[in-house]
């Protein structure tokens, strides 16, 4: 079974560009997560998917920070403009189900970012 | 709210010795709490995890973790630590929603020779 797939893995921008991830989930995974791990923190949920629609963006700042799920499958998250406090490994997380009494986060490798 | 700590962001044994990483967990409804490794650049994997039923729960690689209601814990032990384990580890307990987990700022586990 394939696992989460997340491009690119690295990124180097100057700060005010933008950027953006690409994420394909495990297939048939309805619920896809997007979590911020800043260097020595653990992940911090920014935003969750349920098929297309969102569940949660409440810790997504929005002035900056776009993501979306067109057609239930795969994900883009987007930063425009980018702030030094932006560098982080953005990870990516699938789950079959939303509800996690049963189920389990399957994560990708995470796409690095650097903002200079 | 739902929250954890790990304590300790470092933790080094040598090769054979117990490992113990601790984290204790905030939650107002029963807590699912998890535990996830992650090795140097790739994703989390999940460990272990407690939903209900039995405190003491087994996971891959020899490890295991207890659920305390009491002391609000859930420590990961593994009686012999082999230098594969060294990785970064993150303890979790799921949101009040029930449809996401909110992580602890890990545990950085050294294994020495």
Redesign the interface.
Request: overall charge negative; hydrophobic content about 30%.
């Given at each position: 079974e394939a696992?989460?797939a997340q491009s690119p893995r690295y990124k180097i921008i100057e700060k005010r560009q933008s950027v953006a991830f690409w994420c394909n989930p495990i297939s048939g995974h309805a619920?896809l997560?997007w979590?911020q791990q800043i260097l020595?923190?653990?992940?911090?949920?920014l935003i969750?998917f349920q098929n297309n629609g969102v569940?949660?963006d409440s810790q997504l700042p929005k002035d900056r920070f776009s993501a979306e799920r067109l057609k239930g499958v795969d994900s883009t998250l987007k930063i425009q403009p980018a702030k030094l406090e932006d560098s982080a490994v953005y990870?990516c997380?699938s789950s079959m189900h939303?509800?996690?009494?049963?189920g389990?986060?399957f994560?990708?490798?995470?796409s690095r970012l650097t903002v200079l | 709210a739902q929250s954890v700590t790990q304590l300790g962001s470092h933790v080094s044994v040598s090769e054979g010795a117990l490992v113990l990483l601790r984290c204790n967990y905030s939650s107002s409804v029963p807590p699912y709490l998890f535990w996830y490794v992650q090795y140097p650049n790739q994703g989390l994997q999940l460990l272990l995890k407690y939903t209900t039923g039995a405190t003491l729960v087994k996971g891959i690689n020899g490890f295991e973790a207890e659920f305390k209601k009491s002391e609000t814990s859930f420590h990961l032990t593994k009686p012999s630590a082999h230098m594969s384990d060294a990785a970064e580890y993150f303890c979790a307990v799921r949101n009040q929603a029930g449809t996401a987990l909110i992580f602890g700022k890990g545990t950085t586990l050294s294994v020495s020779s």
């Open positions: 696992g989460v619920t997560y979590y020595g923190q653990g992940p911090k949920l969750q569940v949660d990870l997380a939303r509800d996690l009494t049963t389990e986060l994560f990708g490798e995470g | -």
